[in-house]
């Protein structure tokens, strides 16, 4: 089993940062993605970004120039860094990832509970 803990969600300002992180554990024996999608009230769960084990990133083109994600790789921890945000930023935040698991060798993808990130106008 493989477990995600996430933290860093909260209250801000529009205009204001804040920094999610994800720390993955359990029977992981690769990690080959790891990344964030979103939800807000009434809407589906969208890719906000995502980072793959060889770096290459991808974002949604509504948090471009604005979020940044980067991983640690000997912690197995995913960072989103978001800046200049917005109040249509308000969402819950999930952490995502696909790994091969230490039993069988298969890949599986898990998600972290959740963190509220709200943001006032």
């Known amino acids: 089993q493989v477990q995600l803990v996430e933290s860093g969600g909260g209250l801000v300002q529009a205009g204001g940062s804040l920094r999610l992180s994800c720390a993955a554990s359990?029977?992981?024996?690769?990690?080959?993605?790891m990344g964030w999608y979103r939800q807000a009230p009434g809407k589906q769960r969208d890719m906000v970004a995502t980072?793959?084990?060889?770096?290459?990133?991808n974002y949604a083109d509504s948090v471009k120039g604005r979020f940044t994600i980067s991983r640690d790789g000997a912690k197995n921890t995913v960072y989103l860094q978001m800046n200049s945000l917005k109040p249509e930023d308000t969402a819950v935040y999930y952490c995502?990832?696909?790994?091969?698991?230490?039993?069988?060798?298969?890949?599986?993808?898990?998600w972290g509970q959740g963190t509220q990130v709200a943001v006032s106008s």
């Open positions: 995502y990832t696909i790994v091969q698991v230490t039993t069988t060798r298969r890949m599986r993808n898990y």
């Open positions: 359990g029977s992981i024996y690769s990690i080959n993605l």
């Open positions: 980072v793959t084990s060889g770096g290459a990133t």
